[in-house]
């Protein structure tokens, strides 16, 4: 398949199998037909990866959420096709990246859980692994957020509008999903009683599958996403007898399942259909498993724990626990024991969060109408945990309630976490810290029990998209020094240090940085109005918009600078601008009002001709994957500022370092290996640290905080003037409070002093800029450990042992 053939499928492919005569302005078509070219040679690698692959061990990677972003210029990437691909496109008088605006990002996710499982599929591929991801193929993904008055407004994400040329549908493989119905006990000739599920409504489960290619090695993986749909199309009696809406009816309920994505990052609200996604998703994708394991050995499971594991991302899925137990035990008649042997030896859990709301829990009483047989066994996986629980601590009756995977209250609930645990022969958490907290707070009693299941795997990004194709000028840089080779081995990036002090090498570096900012500053103006000065530092925080991720912070010390301009005190100022950028979910009213004080400073500082030599402040909208490709390239200051063991790990942190950035953070999350790896010297450390926050909460009076702080009582005055909200009186009185309230979880004003001081020495080190690109390159440099291949080989040698 040469650049002659390359040419001519594309014409045939926009001729006649989209029946297009001329390109037009939208690309949309051309897009469309440069996706099935190449998909046409994704196809070919991807038959002989599935064919290469029977009878090897395989693992099933379940998460609710895939933020893919866009998959042409990955697969361009990874096929090593960008040459042929930029000479055909000069027939139709096009470059690259007009043509890639086209497609609509794959945006299947919330954040950064489902951002770690769009890389850890890149990477999976890219060393080869037999992993196939399952997820939803919501028909509306992560809501596209628009700022209007400063306030966040939210659209559908309708991005099946145009097709998705990269999806093939199996309907072959269809599974059913059961839910609702009764649970009758049958008993059999030889007295032995079994249970059977009967009267449930079924939901019919299609796969549709996505190729995932490996980085140039001929591989390509399995992104499987189920939709859901009804058992029969509709009710012809009713419809023939002139019922036409009840006979939709069924198919509509069914079908509404995989309708749309949550939009809840880091917390969860209960909602039904969202425990229907979750039991959707487990029972098709073990059902899949569970089919595609007796096409190769038959009805069989004695080599099951052989042959097939399961990673849970995070407690969304870990109903596939009982799910599991359910199969083996009601259709294909194993014991107990034995299933449960099956069980917890294939299944393995990830956990994402220590925030208490953002632990899982559903009402026993949904659970008996919506899974009754499920709530059955997960009744006696319980029993028989706390039977274990009876010999580790005799009479301990608080015991036996604190670990039960039901919490007892008037309404009680299901603890999925609990579940997930007793289930895994697995645990894993996502940084060193996040890890060691686990063990030593939220899940200590587990770890008393089980000490061997518990262990850190370090999140990590992929190189490809997160420097390698976002980042074009320092690639070539980079491999101009060290060869290609780091684009697939990432460690190889540390020979970068050899040159961070070499005068030319520092200049190129710059000039790279400044390509990307100019990029950067454009989209900014198209997107906000606000001109950037590409002379400035940039300062960036883009990242899901939460209290524990202190955007809040991030515009007080904005505030800060902004009074200091005004009082004309600028001696130590370095001129920046500030951009952040993030969704809040749409019920999360806090998250909205810090966007819109964002957007309200940023309006009141970008209109005063005093303020714009040395300060700009941008709200980018609708933050994605797409535009993070633009913005972490262009990023001098790196904001990673939330309250100390409150950030699992953090990835948006890695993006950056790889791009050459400089962090101001907190000791939290992986911030800690990312200073432990670059040095404390180039990083800007600050705030109170993660063993210190619950003494500092116990007599917590940001009050005098603030009154002692002469910096930040002249930005609580200037907030509380109503400066910022001139014509609109009191809307952030709320937020004024959590700073002033003692009960503030997140330490704001107890954090503000140290960050505001840290930003100082950010300043000076600006100022001096040989010293900033040496510790720019050294910061690249150290980043081969947070390849998302690095984490993915130790999942595979110390959990999946693939
Ligand atoms: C990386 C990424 C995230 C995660 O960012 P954090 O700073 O780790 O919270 C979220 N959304 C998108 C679009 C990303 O690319």
Known sequence: MNDHTFSEDLARHFHFSLGRDTVQESHLYLYNALAITIRDRLVAQWRKTRTDRVGQRRVAYISLEFLMGRALNNAILNLNLDDTVRKTLNDYCCELEEVEQAEHDLGLGNGGLGRLAACFLDSCASLALSVIGYGIRYEYGMFNQQIKNGNQVEHPDNWLRHGNPWEIPAPEKAVRVKFFGNVDVITQKDGKQYRQWNNTHD??????????????????NTLRLWKSEATDEFDLDEFNAGSYTEAVARKNLAEQITMVLYPNDTSENGKELR??????????????????HIEIHGINFDNFVEFNGFQLNDTHPSIAVAELMRILMDDYEISWDNAWQITSQTMAYTNH????????????????????????????????????????????????QTLSLIEEGPEPHVRMAHLAIVGSYSVNGVAALHTQLLKAGLFSDFYKLW???????????????????????????????IGKEWVGDLSQIAKLSEYAADKTFQKEWQESKLTNKIALADFVEQSTGVVFDVNMMFDVQVKRIHEYKRQLLNILHVIGLYDRIRKG??????????????????????????????????????????????????????????????ICPATDLSEQISTAGKEASGTGNMKFMMNGALTIGTLDGAN????????????????????????????????????????????????????FNLFEPKIFDSIIQTIRDPHDMWLTAYDFDTYFEAQRNVDQLYKNKTLWTQKSILNTAASGVFSSDHTIRQYRDEIWKL
């Open 275 to 292: 425990l229907r996604q979750q039991y959707f998703l487990s029972s098709a994708s073990l059902q899949d498993v569970i089919n595609t």
């Open 451 to 481: 000490p061997e299941k518990f262990n850190n795997k370090t999140n990590g990004v992929t190189p490809r998209r997160r420097l390698s194709h976002c980042n074009k000028s320092l690639s070539t840089l980079i491999s101009s020094k």
């Open 672 to 723: 800690i290996e990312i200073r432990d790896a670059v040095g404390e010297d180039n990083f800007f450390l600050f705030g109170a640290h993660a063993d210190e926050v619950a003494t500092i909460k116990a007599n917590y009076q940001p009050n005098n905080i603030i009154a002692n702080s002469p910096t930040l009582s002249a930005v609580m005055q200037l907030l509380e003037s109503g400066h």
């Open 203 to 220: 939901v019919l489960a299609v796969p549709y599958d996505m190729p995932i290619p490996g980085y140039q090695n001929g591989i390509v």
């Open 353 to 400: 969060t220590l925030l208490p709301e953002a632990l899982e829990k559903w009402p026993v009483r949904l659970f008996e109408n919506l899974l009754p047989r499920i709530l059955d066994i997960i009744y006696e996986i319980n029993a028989r945990f706390l039977l274990q629980v009876a010999v580790c601590w005799p009479g301990d009756n608080e015991k036996q």
């Open 569 to 630: 005190d600028t001696d130590d100022i370095t001129p920046r601008c500030v951009l952040i950028g993030g969704k809040a979910a749409p019920g999360y009213a806090m998250a909205k009002q810090i966007i819109k004080l964002i957007n309200n400073v940023a309006d009141t500082i970008n209109l005063d001709p005093k303020a714009s030599p040395y300060l700009r402040v941008a709200f980018i909208p609708n933050y994605n994957v797409s535009a993070m490709e633009i």
